[in-house]
């Protein structure tokens, strides 16, 4: 077993694709196949699960993973220290419902630790995808929400993946609207004075259960409904439709403007906001500091 071939191992992991890996490491994509075939042979498990539609990590290759990202981890800090060597890209990945702190975070990141060279990826995406990303390795945190609906199905998905959720803050429900919608002088606002605006939610793509929903109430029924997929067309839609969408009240005037504004709901619920990764696994050094930016950007 080689140094090179656990870094083989991480990024066809990280590109989900032996063809874009090679690529991406400048070798053949023959010989990057039978390197990671012959590590399979001498370490006497399978890696990599392989079908028509491509690779997935197999079960002993998400535990085999977990190894190999510490030891080349390490193995880059060792030769950066010691042996002058250049330093080596960093690489992180996170993946999220979409909430702005998350990006205030990241932004942070970057600007702390992304000095010399670096590949980072940030995913807003579907909660579904989000447990997977992190369950592969694809991502090495995630952040979502869980309340009182979701909470045992949510649950039972992190522990049959061996993801654990961290607690980073408990909201109250908020809705999200245009600073100029007669309802934004409000102090607080029920369900009933939303009927007449128009419902904006994350669509959730095939897994596209209540429990899945990035909102709460996800039960409710609207008379005005609009699905997107990305935050920016969600905005512009808040403020063009005189639109709302339900929230946790936390928003970046910095990254976000003024022109959206949070208003309480009239709810009982609680939103229970975390990051989840792999249990019993060391974050790294960027995994970390990430979950740091995480505090300072929610004020804690």
């Not at 229970?272 to 019993?280: D, E, L, Y």
């Not at 500091?289 to 995480?294: D, G, Q, R, T």
Request: charged share 20%; net charge negative.
């Amino acid at each position: 077993m080689t140094l090179q071939q656990l870094k083989y191992v991480i990024e066809v992991v990280k590109q989900g694709s032996i063809n874009e890996a090679a690529r991406r490491l400048f070798i053949s994509q023959p010989s990057l196949s039978n390197a990671v075939r012959d590590l399979e042979a001498e370490i006497g498990i399978v890696i990599f699960d392989r079908s028509n539609k491509g690779i997935s990590l197999s079960k002993d290759g998400i535990e085999f993973l977990r190894y190999a990202s510490q030891v080349v981890e390490q193995a880059e800090l060792l030769e950066s220290r010691y042996m002058n060597a250049k330093p080596s890209y960093q690489h992180f990945s996170v993946s999220t419902q979409h909430y702005a702190f998350a990006v205030n975070a990241f932004v942070s990141l970057v600007q702390e630790f992304g000095h010399d060279a670096y590949e980072l990826t940030l995913r807003e995406t579907k909660t579904y995808e989000i447990i997977e990303d992190v369950r592969s390795f694809r991502s090495e945190i995630g952040i979502l929400y869980l309340n009182e609906f979701n909470e045992k199905v949510m649950n039972k998905m992190l522990k049959d993946a061996n993801l654990q959720f961290q607690s980073l803050f408990i909201a109250k429900p908020h809705i999200f609207i245009s600073s100029r919608n007669p309802l934004a002088k409000q102090s607080i606002v029920t369900i009933e004075q939303l009927q007449q605006y128009p419902y904006l939610s994350f669509e959730q793509g095939e897994y596209n259960s209540f429990h899945f929903s990035e909102e709460i109430l996800s039960t409710l029924t609207h008379k005005k409904s609009i699905r997107v997929s990305d935050r920016a067309t969600l905005f512009n839609l808040l403020i063009g439709l005189n639109g709302y969408t339900i929230s946790t009240g936390v928003l970046s005037a910095d990254l976000n403007g003024n022109e959206i504004i949070p208003v309480p709901l009239d709810c009982q619920e609680d939103i229970h906001v975390g990051w989840i990764a792999h249990r019993n696994v060391s974050l790294s050094v960027l995994g970390a500091a990430y979950v740091e930016s995480l505090k300072r950007a929610i004020g804690h």
